[in-house]
């Protein structure tokens, strides 16, 4: 069975700082990776996601993430941050066959800092 | 635009009675999810459906049960509401390809308290 690990609940950082969100998963087999955002009172909107290719993968709003396959992880990545930015993140997973759902992270909510 | 709509936005029942809530998506997806969030939990599956009449269970779907009549509806049915199923729902859909590489549309949520 797939699971997804997001390891940091919290992530407070200072406008314009760079931030990394990490995302670790297991799965016996090959996967999709994704992020999603959740802004307040909100739905998810896809940010990004991984199918295959290259493993550097560019998202809306200045946000990328890379797949790492040899330690099963999939970070999420901005160089410079804006409060805008603050909501909750989350890591999802689905295998590359059988399957179209989703298996979520339990998330990380960024707090962005004037 | 096509969209995905919940209905109601925010719901007080009691202990014991029975609520819907409501999805409907105009995308004409086949795929159908109802997830619930909880702090400490992220989303968890309650319920999918892949098309007309097919349903299958999620890893929380306990107390719970969907009905899928058309493309369009995804009914949610809390049988007998307790405490434990207080939450915000969230409906999702997604165009049915066999390989996982689908994008879901989310809905605005349902919060849901019951006392």
């Known amino acids: 069975a797939q699971s997804v690990t997001q390891l940091d609940s919290q992530v407070p950082v200072f406008e314009e700082a760079p931030v990394e969100l990490r995302c670790n998963y297991s799965s016996s087999v090959s996967v999709y990776l994704f992020w999603y955002v959740q802004y307040p009172n909100q739905g998810l909107q896809l940010l990004l996601k991984y199918l295959s290719g290259s493993t550097l993968v560019k998202g809306i709003n200045g946000f990328e993430a890379e797949f790492n396959k040899s330690q099963t992880s999939f970070h999420l990545r901005k160089p410079s941050v804006h409060i805008s930015d603050t909501a909750e993140y989350f890591c999802a997973v689905s295998e590359s066959y059988n399957t179209d759902k989703l298996i979520f992270g339990t998330g990380t909510r960024l707090q962005v800092f004037p | 635009d096509a969209e995905i709509t919940q209905s109601p936005r925010h719901k007080i029942t009691e202990t014991g009675r029975q609520v819907t809530l409501a999805c409907h998506q105009t995308w004409n997806h086949n795929n159908m999810f109802w997830y619930r969030q909880d702090l400490g939990h992220g989303l968890r599956l309650i319920h999918y459906?892949?098309?007309?009449?097919?349903?299958n269970k999620g890893e929380v779907s306990d107390g719970y049960s969907v009905s899928r009549s058309n493309t369009e509806d995804l009914p949610l049915t809390l049988e007998s509401a307790a405490s434990s199923q207080t939450s915000v729902y969230f409906c999702?859909?997604?165009?049915?390809?066999?390989?996982?590489?689908?994008?879901?549309?989310f809905g605005q949520g349902t919060r849901l308290t019951v006392v």
């Open positions: 459906s892949y098309g007309v009449q097919d349903t």
């Open positions: 999702a859909s997604s165009e049915r390809r066999t390989g996982g590489n689908t994008e879901a549309f």
